[in-house]
């Protein structure tokens, strides 16, 4: 059965400070790796996508993935209260055409930014 | 410019009603999706359509149906609806090939 793991938290991170969120996958060969972001009472939205090893820039945020180890990342640089929010990690599995229908998500990690 | 619009927003239900969830993109994708997300569970598959005349099931179909009514419309029905049912409901879309959600604003239901 496909997996995908999250720490729940809450992270509490100061601001100013690196936070750094992981997720690991049970299913070897999976192909896309998103982040999402979700404030609460509020849609996901996507920030970050990665599909190969290594390290992905984008602004302050900056995802890795590892294959091999089967976990992705996400790091957040100077973090500001606006980043407070649930960080949700998702994956297509091997077979999949790079749709979202075999996409599955984490749970989440409530990530909280202390001014 | 819309985007991905959802109704109703909140909805009340006693259980056995019926109700549908109303789900229309105008951002021109062909897949379109329904979640639902509950605490403690994450965001889970009801059902989808890949494209216009076609659903699939996803992880969690029972107790509802769906209907591509054309390439913008895409709906969510609760024929007898069940407390089990009470979630935070989305429709989403996404590109050809693309694993790039965007999600409507989502709907509140309740069923009491």
């Known amino acids: 059965q496909k997996e995908v793991e999250q720490n729940s938290g809450p992270l509490s991170v100061p601001e100013g400070a690196i936070a750094s969120l992981n997720c690991t996958y049970s299913?070897?060969?999976?192909?896309?790796f998103f982040w999402y972001r979700q404030y609460s009472g509020k849609s996901p939205e996507l920030i970050m996508s990665?599909?190969?090893?290594g390290d992905k820039e984008d602004g302050r945020f900056t995802a890795q993935l590892n294959k091999a180890s089967q976990y992705v990342s996400l790091l957040i640089r100077d973090s500001q209260p606006s980043d407070s929010a649930t960080y949700l990690c998702?994956?297509?599995?091997?077979?999949?055409?790079?749709?979202?229908?075999?996409?599955?998500f984490g749970k989440g990690t409530h990530l909280i930014i202390q001014p | 410019n819309a985007g991905v619009t959802q109704t109703p927003k909140f909805q009340v239900l006693k259980t056995g009603q019926s109700m549908t969830l109303q789900c229309a993109q105008d951002?021109?994708?062909?897949?379109m999706y329904w979640y639902r997300q509950d605490p403690g569970m994450g965001l889970r598959l009801i059902y989808y359509?890949?494209?216009?005349?076609?659903?699939d099931k996803g992880e969690v179909p029972n107790g509802y149906n769906v209907s591509r009514l054309n390439k913008r419309e895409f709906s969510l029905r609760l024929e007898s609806a069940a407390p089990s049912q009470t979630s935070v409901y989305f429709c989403?879309?996404?590109?050809?090939?693309?694993?790039?959600?965007?999600f409507g604003e989502g709907s509140r239901l309740t069923v009491l």
């Open positions: 359509s890949a494209s216009e005349g076609t659903t």
């Open positions: 299913d070897r060969g999976s192909q896309s």
């Open positions: 989403a879309t996404t590109a050809v090939g693309s694993g790039e959600l965007f």
């Open positions: 951002m021109n994708h062909n897949s």
């Open positions: 998702a994956v297509t599995p091997p077979y999949s055409g790079g749709g979202a229908d075999g996409l599955t």
């Open positions: 990665i599909y190969s090893n």
